[in-house]
């Protein structure tokens, strides 16, 4: 399965195991700078941090039961993630993230044009949440084709459709 992406030789996704938890915890906390402003010693921030990283993962497995979480590589270390469910035709990024050093270097728009390129020969839509505030992933993902079909609250739903889809 880990072969079907058309990925650079530098880059290539692995699925998560046991031994990926401490990098995906980084990660979830690396995109969360209000934890720093709350006023606890270094230990507790550790185990907030910890215990809300563990809720969202419940979370996902509860209403996403068929996600695949996939660790991103770039020469063999380990620069992102990104979880998604392809169970049904419209394949759903559920979380994608890049480790802060990493970003602006094309990891992000190089791993969605290879899922692009499965929706393409696989699926029908390719969809995700985006918050409000992140604009810089939201201009990404206009920039690779993304339109915005509905807006709530604090997110915006957008998609993404194959040549196939626009006919």
């Not at 290539?12 to 709350?38: I, M």
């Not at 039961?65 to 020469?75: F, G, K, L, Q, V």
Request: proline fraction near 5%.
């Amino acid at each position: 399965m880990e072969n079907e992406w058309m990925l650079p030789s530098s880059l290539n996704l692995r699925l998560a195991g046991n031994d990926d938890v401490e990098f995906l915890l980084s990660l979830f906390c690396s995109v969360r700078p209000e934890l720093a402003l709350v006023p606890l010693p270094p230990e507790q921030l550790t185990l907030m941090g910890r215990q809300q990283y563990e809720f969202q993962q419940q979370g996902y497995a509860n209403y996403y039961p068929h996600a695949e979480d996939w660790i991103i590589t770039a020469d063999s270390k380990a620069v992102g993630k990104i979880m998604f469910d392809r169970s049904t035709p419209t394949v759903h990024i559920i979380d994608f993230i890049i480790a802060p050093d990493w970003r602006g270097r094309g990891v992000g728009s190089t791993i969605l044009a290879a899922l692009k390129a499965y929706v393409e020969a696989n699926a029908e839509v390719l969809s995700l949440r985006v918050d409000h505030h992140n604009t810089h992933a939201k201009r990404l993902y206009q920039r690779l084709g993304f339109v915005m079909k509905q807006s709530a609250d604090d997110h915006e739903f957008m998609v993404w459709l194959p040549i196939k889809q626009l006919r």
